[in-house]
């Protein structure tokens, strides 16, 4: 693909992130590509992703140089202008990221020469009974050790805003939205409703709601389950919850998930893929739900997202199974599906064992 236009985004506290950054633009001046480092802090403070992208002549292409957090500052700007994505793995999970920080010349050779893939992503949007705010005295403390916080979300000028069906917000996720509680000695109570009917109503240290790609992320280590990023569904998924049934609810793209903080509870922070970016008061209410467009990222080579889960997870197989020997596979993948499973996604060997590039 012709890419004239490229924006960075580098972990600044790694210097394999900074060393990859030379190369990027050593790459981009050698074939007249515009580089610019985007997502920065500016003056002490930060912008909003669609200033950003605008400051930076909104790029065709964004490149990550850093962990999965680093890929998520790049999903917060490639979605406001439908940038294609390509993340370079600096970091130790390396669950969203796509190439070794040694490969990244020929990355960029790739997606040049249009050898690639593009994953499409599902991403989540929000409506809340009110705008987003954090309290004046709480960001000094919630920014400790960090950069300054995200800005508070604006509202989305091309949608319509009312009292029943809230504020839509002009933000989106591509791990999760959730909704925890401020006070250690005192949950947040919240009611949960799926498609506009009440779930339950529970109370707990956070309630969240995951994307199938977040789904490996805070939702995992509150015992949600693996979803494929080839699925679209939400995953709703109570942390600590104290009630007898604390499973995670899986629902279709179109059912939408509300969270509605009751009156006996303390007030609530909002967290988009992990920025806080507001706090609810009893009586706020926000609402979950598939955004209309999705993030387009770069992939290289096939998806083997099931290997790089036993990879990045440390899964061992049962001693019991292997107590004969290795597990035999179930498929002999080393040729091309026949005809009644053309249609599925099969991992050959071939596939599994040629480099991404």
Known sequence: MRVSRLGLVVHGGR????????????????????????????????????????????????????????????ARLAAVNDALLLGVNLGRVGFLTEVPASDVGTALDAVRDDRLGIDSRMLLALRASRRLEVPAGMEAWVRFGRGPLLPPPQVRPDCAVNDEWGIPLDVTALNDVVLEKLARDRQVSVGVYVSGRLLAS??????????????????????????????????????APHMAFNRSVVTAPDEPVGLRILERSGPAA???????????????????YAAPHRLRAVRLG?????????????????????ADGSPAPLWSVTTPPPGDLAHLALLTVQDNSSPLL
């Open 202 to 239: 529970y109370s707990a240290d956070a309630l969240l709601v995951a994307t199938p790609t977040g789904s490996t992320a805070y939702s995992f280590a509150a015992g949600g389950p693996v979803v494929s990023p080839r699925a679209d569904a939400l995953v709703f998924t109570p942390v």
């Open 15 to 74: 210097p394999e992130a900074l060393e990859a950054a030379c190369v990027v633009r050593s790459w981009s001046a050698e074939h007249a590509v515009r580089c610019t480092d985007i997502d920065v802090w500016q003056d002490g403070g930060r912008r909003s992703a669609r200033e950003e992208v605008e400051a930076a002549g909104d790029p065709e292409l964004i490149v990550t140089l850093g962990g999965d957090g680093t890929f998520l500052r790049g």
């Open 302 to 322: 096939p998806m083997d997202f099931y290997g790089r889960l036993r990879e990045r997870m440390n899964l061992t197989d049962a001693p019991a199974a292997v």
């Open 270 to 288: 909002v967290s988009i893929d992990g920025q806080l970016r507001g706090v609810l008061d009893p009586g706020d209410w926000i609402g979950v």
